[in-house]
Antibody, heavy 120, light 112 residues
Framework: QEQLVESGGGVVQPGRSLRLSCVAS????????MHWFRQAPGRGLDWVAV????????YYADSVKGRFTISRDDSKNTLVLQMNSLRGEDTGVYYC?????????????WGQGTLVTVSS | DVVLTQSPLSLPVTLGQPASISCRSS???????????LNWFHQRPGQSLRRLIF???YRDSGVPDRFSGSGSGTEFTLKISRVEAEDVGVYYC??????????FGQGTKLEI
C-alpha cells in the first residue's frame, strides 16, 4: 500500500544540524512533488518546503530559507530535509506529504511524522 | 499570505448528531483555472493527517459519505451528518490556491 515513513528526528542543540528522511513506497515516487510540513507542540500546521516531481524547483518558507534544503533521491524513493543552524522555534513534528496536483498542491498522502527538538 | 480562520475552535458533539465546521478565507480561493483548492484534513490524537475532502467538495477514497464539504469564494463548511466515535480529533482546512505558502486554519477540536 502507499506509504510515507519519516525518520531522522531527535534532540539537537541550537545552531547544530539534522537531516530528515522520508521514504516512499507503494507508488512511483518520481511522478510527484513532495512537501515538508511541521507542527510545533500544541500548535497548528506550517508549510516548510516543496520540491517539484523532477527536482527542478524548490521553494521554502521564509522562516527556513537559507537554513533548510529539500532534496530527493528517486533511486532510493527518498525525500530529504537538511536542516542547518537550528533554532528553538524549529522544534516540532515534521511531516512529509505527497503532492498529486498539477496546478495547486493536492496533498493526498502524509507520513506519520518525526519529532525534532531543538534545545540546549 | 492567505489566512484561514476556522470556527468553532472546540466542538463538543453527541454521538449520532450532526456537526459543522466553518473555514473563512482572507481572500477568495477561486483559481483562474476554475478550481478552488480548499481541502479538509483530519488528525486523530497522536496520528498523522488524513485528507478527507479536496477542492471544496470531493471526498477522498474511503472517506465515509457522512462527511461533506461545501462553499465558495471565502466561505467553506465541513459537515458530518452523524458523528461517530472515530471522528474525534482535530479538523483543519487548508488552501493551495495561492501558494507558496500552503496555509491551514487553526484547527477545530471535535470531542464527544
Amino acid at each position: 500500500q502507499e506509504q510515507l515513513v519519516e525518520s531522522g528526528g531527535g534532540v539537537v542543540q541550537p545552531g547544530r544540524s539534522l537531516r530528515l528522511s522520508c521514504v516512499a513506497s507503494g507508488y512511483t515516487f518520481s511522478s510527484h512533488g513532495m512537501h515538508w510540513f511541521r507542527q510545533a507542540p500544541g500548535r497548528g500546521l506550517d508549510w516548510v518546503a516543496v520540491i517539484w516531481f523532477d527536482g527542478s524547483k524548490t521553494y521554502y518558507a521564509d522562516s527556513v530559507k537559507g537554513r533548510f534544503t529539500i532534496s530527493r533521491d528517486d533511486s532510493k524513493n527518498t525525500l530529504v530535509l537538511q536542516m542547518n543552524s537550528l533554532r528553538g522555534e524549529d522544534t516540532g513534528v515534521y511531516y512529509c506529504a505527497r503532492d498529486v496536483g498539477v496546478v495547486g498542491p493536492e496533498l493526498d498522502l502524509w507520513g506519520q511524522g518525526t519529532l525534532v527538538t531543538v534545545s540546549s | 499570505d492567505v489566512v484561514l480562520t476556522q470556527s468553532p475552535l472546540s466542538l463538543p458533539v453527541t454521538l449520532g448528531q450532526p456537526a459543522s465546521i466553518s473555514c473563512r478565507s482572507s481572500q477568495s480561493l477561486g483559481h483562474t483555472n476554475g478550481n478552488t483548492y480548499l481541502n479538509w484534513f483530519h488528525q486523530r490524537p497522536g496520528q498523522s493527517l488524513r485528507r478527507l475532502i479536496f477542492r471544496v467538495s470531493y471526498r477522498d477514497s474511503g472517506v465515509p459519505d457522512r462527511f461533506s464539504g461545501s462553499g465558495s469564494g471565502t466561505e467553506f463548511t465541513l459537515k458530518i451528518s452523524r458523528v461517530e466515535a472515530e471522528d474525534v480529533g482535530v479538523y483543519y482546512c487548508g488552501q493551495g490556491t495561492y501558494w507558496p505558502p500552503y496555509t491551514f486554519g487553526q484547527g477545530t477540536k471535535l470531542e464527544i
